[in-house]
């Protein structure tokens, strides 16, 4: 990759690989350049480098058991615009590759939701936590903002959840709506809608189908996240973020209403 033809600012994935150096002559170059005159591309390389990054943490007990083999086959199964050529995955490599794949918006979704559904008992709000401290605010600021095409993934999403979604109901109060996906957990479907919040960061919105039962608002963290969870009698909801409580329970009230019951 040369200066000419390369984004404007280096990957996750892209600066991980130039910590392990992993990088080819060019590459490396470009990114000297930029860590000179780029404060933002610096100071990003520095919270990779660091040891106390929330996926960090996430993931480091049960990194000796992930699925290396099956991410590296997904991994090499891209084209080279996507993702660097490379031919293993460091551990810390393939914790950012992931992050890459959540930035692509690839089946990546269904492989770490059902992996650490597996690692842990504690049901599918521990297993979208662990999933979501992958996410910065930079995992979603350049998706697309199309009303059409939001409008259109909540259809989709809605369908397969047997919950009418638009984008007007799931509306909440000082954020903004992103993406509409599918994520599944031992073979229940989570939908998950993903919102940036200009003070807090990343936030999802989380529903299932599997409910047993109504449940008023509760709250409690998780990987460093608040969550607010409910359910009724068809459907569990949650949100999660950095959010404090008091803004994740307005928002919940908010959706409370607005959601078909």
């Known amino acids: 990759m040369t200066q000419n033809n390369a984004p404007s600012a280096p990957s996750d994935e892209l600066l991980v690989a130039y910590l392990d150096g992993e990088l080819d002559r060019e590459q490396r ?37 992930a699925p290396t083999e099956r991410l590296q086959a997904m991994l090499d199964a891209l084209p080279p615009a996507v993702l660097p050529q490379r031919s293993t995955l460091s551990r810390r490599r393939l914790l950012a590759s992931a992050a890459s794949l ?9 492989l770490f939701i059902r992996w650490h559904s597996a690692q842990s008992p504690q049901g599918w709000r521990a297993s979208v936590a662990q999933y979501m401290a992958l996410y910065t605010p930079q995992t979603l600021e350049n998706l697309s903002p199309d009303a059409q095409s939001h409008a259109a993934q909540l259809s989709l999403v809605g369908a397969q959840l047997g919950l009418p979604l638009s984008p007007g109901a799931v509306s909440l109060p000082g954020a903004e709506f992103r993406r509409a996906q599918i994520l599944d957990y031992e073979g229940v479907l989570i939908g998950q809608l993903t919102y940036l919040d200009a003070r807090h960061g990343p936030l999802a919105l989380c529903i299932t189908a599997q409910s047993s039962g109504a449940a008023a608002l509760a709250s409690e963290q998780r990987m460093g996240l608040n969550v607010v969870y409910w359910s009724n ?29």
């Open 233 to 261: 009698l068809a459907h569990a909801f949650m949100l999660i973020g950095h959010n404090p409580f008091e803004d994740l329970q307005i928002m919940a009230r908010s959706a409370q209403k607005a959601l078909p019951a």
């Open 102 to 110: 959540v930035v692509a918006g690839i089946a990546a979704d269904r």
């Open 29 to 65: 170059r470009w990114v000297d350049q930029l860590l000179r005159t780029e404060v933002a591309v610096a100071a990003r390389l520095n919270q990779l480098k660091g040891e106390d990054l929330p996926f960090r943490k996430a993931f480091d007990s049960v990194l000796d058991d």
